[in-house]
């Protein structure tokens, strides 16, 4: 079975497929070529994005467990990366790497080639927009494999982090893994730790908070005057029925859905300093536009 390459890298994206060179996108201001074996081999492996079944800790029931790779992208921006993806997680897996910037060779299934073509049409189309990721804690990453589990199962809940080395600056909240406050013990258990870490820093305190699905991570960016909220749907198929709240006065700029294309907010509410909306159908990826006022 042949399989496709594709180098994802910002600003521009570069893609191409295998040597049998049928279809080719290119992206940015960069032009398309195959990818070297060797490349691909020389980057760090990544976990296809998406919903797995794991057995629940306690009950011998089924759970869902998001794989996602943001946290990853964050704790190492400088890393070149690369996934290997099976049949249906390819366009995902591009979105997540544009969403956070990264540098990453995807090799998809030719099953996947229409769904990804499409995907990167919709990655063109979208305005450029470069601004500093908005944290409400920092977490103070020594390197080990335990911080890098903290790190995941934060942004899986949606908890907002700025990542430091070595000593903390100067920062409303700060999670050390083996400080008084955060023992080594506790974080043996990511899950609940991440459940103390909101419970320390409060539901009202959050910049972004989510209703209406366990399963979108997002990633929130804003210079203080203008903001770009990136939402990724793990589950591989459209979800209605979310509601997002953002710490804040905002005003709708543009919304743009994976699939539908451009779209409007809805139930748009400026209440208790902070801003609310719903969105309709989603699908893999869709980005936000707001700006403060």
Do not use: C
Not at 44 to 70: D, F, Y
Not at 123 to 147: E, F, N, W
Not at 208 to 215: A, I, K, P, Q, T
């Amino acid at each position: 079975m042949k399989l496709l390459f594709f180098l994802i890298a910002l600003p521009g994206l570069l893609l191409a497929q295998g040597s049998d060179n049928t279809t080719t996108w290119t992206v940015g201001t960069v032009t398309a070529t195959t990818v070297p074996p060797a490349d691909f081999k020389s980057r760090e492996a990544l976990q296809p994005p998406g919903i797995v079944p794991r057995a629940g800790l306690a009950s011998p029931t089924r759970v869902p467990w998001i794989n996602a790779n943001g946290w990853r992208f964050r704790r190492n921006h400088a890393a070149k990366f690369a996934y290997d993806v099976p049949a249906g997680k390819g366009a995902l897996a591009a979105a997540e790497a544009f969403a956070y910037g990264a540098d990453a060779v995807v090799k998809i299934d030719p099953a996947d080639a229409a769904d990804v073509g499409k995907m990167m049409a919709f990655l063109k189309s979208l305005p450029t927009v470069d601004l500093p990721d908005v944290a409400d804690l920092q977490v103070v990453d020594d390197g080990s494999a335990i911080v890098g589990e903290v790190m995941n199962l934060l942004t899986r809940r949606n908890l907002l982090f700025s990542i430091v080395k070595g000593k903390a600056s100067d920062a409303p909240k700060t999670v050390r893994v083996g400080s008084t406050d955060y023992p080594v013990e506790q974080a043996a258990d990511p899950s609940a730790f991440a459940q103390k870490v909101r419970h320390d820093l409060t539901d009202e305190k959050r910049s972004l908070r989510m209703f209406g699905s366990e399963v979108v991570i997002a990633r929130l960016t804003s210079d203080g005057k203008r903001a770009r909220l990136h939402l990724l749907n793990y589950t591989g198929r459209e979800l209605e029925g979310l509601r997002i709240s953002l710490l804040g006065s905002y005003k709708e700029d543009q919304t743009y859905i994976a699939g539908p294309g451009q779209a409007k907010l809805l139930e748009f509410a400026l209440a208790g300093g902070r801003t609310e909306f719903s969105l309709p159908r989603i699908g893999a990826y869709t980005v936000i536009d707001l700006a403060a006022q």
